[in-house]
């Protein structure tokens, strides 16, 4: 199957500072989506994303397909973005970038 | 709007006992997703219906059989539970002529004694 690597595997923050995650994939990028997963274990769509770059809010992405890759961009961080992030590619998820955001 | 439904939400079984799993899609999608996530790992795939056929497959343990019925439920059952089945399960559903955008349920967490 397609393997997917995110980095960083870990990230804390102080409250309102932007980061960066990343998603690599081994093979072509088919239905790119990000997720954040709540401390419930809730799975929060953030962006479906196969190319281009969206944005919502503090949030954004963007998928460079030809490359094989994802960003998701947080800017202004806030408490309640902890949690773990994936990328989901067709059925594979990546390996989480646990973010924990401290006030 | 209508989620992807889960049920039941908590599940606690012994060793060598088994468990059905349901999941109720997003109204008109028609491809169901079933993954598994462990403590502190990421979800893996384990199996997909479209409409009410096996469309795709992942880990899924021989223990374990899956069908999406008429109505577009889905069940997974599970059998001779082991203490390693302990995880969160979760159903997807997505409506395949579309994007095919995967919504996730609240998840099953199932503990095996």
């Known amino acids: 199957g397609i393997q997917v690597e995110q980095s960083p595997p870990d990230l804390i923050l102080q409250e309102g500072a932007n980061s960066t995650l990343r998603c690599n994939f081994s093979d072509s990028v088919n239905n790119l989506q990000w997720f954040h997963q709540n401390p419930w274990g809730q799975l929060i769509n953030l962006f479906y994303i196969p190319s281009g770059t969206k944005q919502n809010g503090r949030l954004s992405a963007t998928t460079v397909a030809t490359e094989r890759y994802s960003l998701l961009y947080i800017s202004s961080s806030q408490t309640t973005d902890s949690g773990v992030y994936f990328c989901l590619n067709q059925f594979y998820f990546g390996t989480g970038t646990s973010l924990t955001v401290i006030p | 709007a209508a989620g992807v439904i889960q049920s039941p939400r908590h599940l606690i079984k012994e060793k060598r006992e088994t468990a059905t799993l349901k999941c109720y899609p997003i109204p008109r999608h028609d491809t169901v997703y079933w993954y598994q996530q462990g403590p502190g790992q990421d979800p893996q795939f384990l199996i997909s219906f479209y409409e009410k056929m096996q469309s795709d497959k992942g880990s899924i343990p021989d223990r374990f059989s899956a069908q999406q019925f008429s109505d577009y439920h889905s069940e997974l059952n599970m059998s001779s539970l082991e203490l390693g089945d302990s995880a969160l399960y979760f159903c997807?559903?997505?409506?395949?002529?579309?994007?095919?955008?995967?919504?996730f349920g609240a998840g099953t967490r199932l503990s095996v004694l």
């Open positions: 997807a559903s997505s409506f395949w002529q579309g994007k095919n955008i995967q919504y």
